[in-house]
Nanobody, 123 residues
Framework: VQLQASGGGLVQAGGSLRLSCVAS????????VGWFRQAPGKERELVAA????????TYADSVKGRFTISRDNAKNTVYLQMNSLKPDDTADYYC?????????????????WGQGTQVTVSS
């Protein structure tokens, strides 16, 4: 099982980025997926998660109204649309999947992790 995250970069405050996570597993529709981030000196935190079918989502309070998680199961891909970016959003962003259909906010509940993609928001 492999997860490939991409789409990070340098953007000015107020700008937008869209992250993508492409998964290699079969039956991708059976896996919930989460986006996490980790800034230097800080713990990894959940940004957003989506259930296997896409009907259920959860977001960190700090990104509600600005970020949107979605998935295209036909393409084995999960997206994180990030709008109105702030310098505090600067971090390495990781996607992860779990062998359950339901979302979880705990990193310990995720079984597979992709490499990070760096997001830097300048003020």
């Amino acid at each position: 099982v492999q997860l490939q995250a991409s789409g990070g970069g340098l953007v000015q405050a107020g700008g937008s980025l869209r992250l993508s996570c492409v998964a290699s597993m079969r039956k991708f529709t059976g896996y919930a997926v989460g986006w996490f981030r980790q800034a230097p000196g800080k713990e990894r935190e959940l940004v957003a998660a989506i259930s296997s079918g896409g009907a259920s989502t959860t977001y960190a309070d700090s990104v509600k109204g600005r970020f949107t998680i979605s998935r295209d199961n036909a393409k084995n891909t999960v997206y994180l649309q990030m709008n109105s970016l702030k310098p505090d959003d600067t971090a390495d962003y990781y996607c992860a999947s779990r062998v359950w259909s339901t979302v979880s906010a705990s990193a310990d509940d995720y079984d597979y992790w992709g490499q990070g993609t760096q997001v830097t928001v300048s003020s």
